[in-house]
């Protein structure tokens, strides 16, 4: 699994890329609680590249969603695949995360 | 598939000749139960309490990719042994801590989420089995049998809501993953492992070492 950020002139995008996994998801946690602690507390998740999610994953997207929410900031997530966004579905995510269809349509909220 | 073992003559030399060559099939089993199902049941209808089970075994298991090494279901509790041949061939999940920190995961997804309409919380007992055989008595089902996972039905006693509870030897095979990997002893949900504690259960001929993992 591979991060890659941009930093525009409204958020922070976080681009994943490969699984997420037990094996990798504390290089994404590390990434987001620095963001959120330097007081980045707009970031888009964009999962384009995502092939894969597993509950860890999940579970530090709660935690950021969480956080954020509680600094009044925004966190949104775009371009999921197939696969990734039946994970969301039967882990509940898809009513409580702000999910776009693309980069483009998620920008519009920041 | 399991091993069908079926001879009417209960004194039959060739169940015995059978018996002695199956091999063992060492792998992690797991019990999962489902916390407060059985009052729902009196409290409502199939349409509250069948809606919340369908979320929570899908939580459980689906989004883990587990659905395949589920063995038995009864009642609300659910039984899944997943051999160690089977781990390692995993693209993911495919260590005995990843094992345990995805299900630390799903536990915590659950008891977490913002809806508690959703999903109801689990228990979770979890044990790395020796003892134990790919067999079945009944024809067309997959089982396995073994004083192992008699021993993994015994740790469920020990669990409550929002606890795992991990064998001594399930913990040390975790722990040992973490060392392989390079990775500090307290990464991720290991690092709320309790203290051991030590019990004799019922039938179980020697002292049982057993930690816990209380979801926060």
């Known amino acids: ?110 | 598939m399991a091993q069908y073992i079926h001879f009417k003559d209960p004194n039959s030399e060739e169940m015995i000749r059978l018996l002695e060559r199956i091999p063992r099939s060492p792998g992690t089993c797991f019990f999962m139960d489902i916390n407060r199902s059985t009052d729902m049941k009196y409290q409502g209808g199939l349409k509250d309490w069948g809606r919340k089970l369908n979320n929570t075994f899908n939580n459980l298991l689906f989004a883990n990719h587990f659905q395949h090494n589920v063995v038995k279901g009864i009642g609300d509790e659910v039984m899944l042994f997943i051999p160690d041949e089977e781990l390692r061939k995993k693209k993911s999940n495919n260590t005995y801590f990843a094992l345990l920190e995805d299900i630390y995961a799903s536990l915590f997804l659950i008891g977490h989420h913002p809806d508690p309409d959703l999903f109801l919380n689990c228990k979770v007992a979890i044990h790395y089995c020796t003892e134990v055989y790919h067999i079945t008595f009944f024809e067309g089902a997959n089982d396995y049998y073994g004083s192992d996972i008699d021993l993994t039905a015994r740790l469920m006693t020990k669990c409550i809501e929002n606890r795992i509870v991990l064998s001594e030897g399930f913990y040390i095979k975790a722990k040992n993953d973490l060392i392989s990997l390079g990775l500090p002893l307290e990464t991720g949900c290991m690092e709320r492992v309790s203290d051991r504690f030590i019990e004799n259960f019922k039938g179980v001929p020697e002292s049982t070492s057993f930690r816990v993992i209380d979801i926060l």
Do not use: P, W
């Open chain 1, 1 to 110: 699994m591979e991060l890659k950020e941009q930093k525009t002139e409204n958020c922070m995008i976080i681009s994943i890329h490969g699984r997420l996994d037990t094996t990798n998801y504390s290089i994404l946690e590390k990434k987001l609680m620095e963001l959120i602690e330097q007081h980045e507390d707009k970031i888009l998740i964009d999962c384009a590249d995502m092939d894969y999610v597993s509950s860890s994953g999940l579970r530090i997207l709660l935690m950021a969603l969480k956080r954020i929410t509680l600094a009044k900031g925004k966190f949104a997530l775009c371009s999921l695949q197939e696969n990734i966004r039946e994970i969301f579905e039967i882990s509940g995510f898809t009513n409580i995360f702000d999910i776009h269809l693309n980069r483009e349509d998620a920008l519009k909220v920041f």
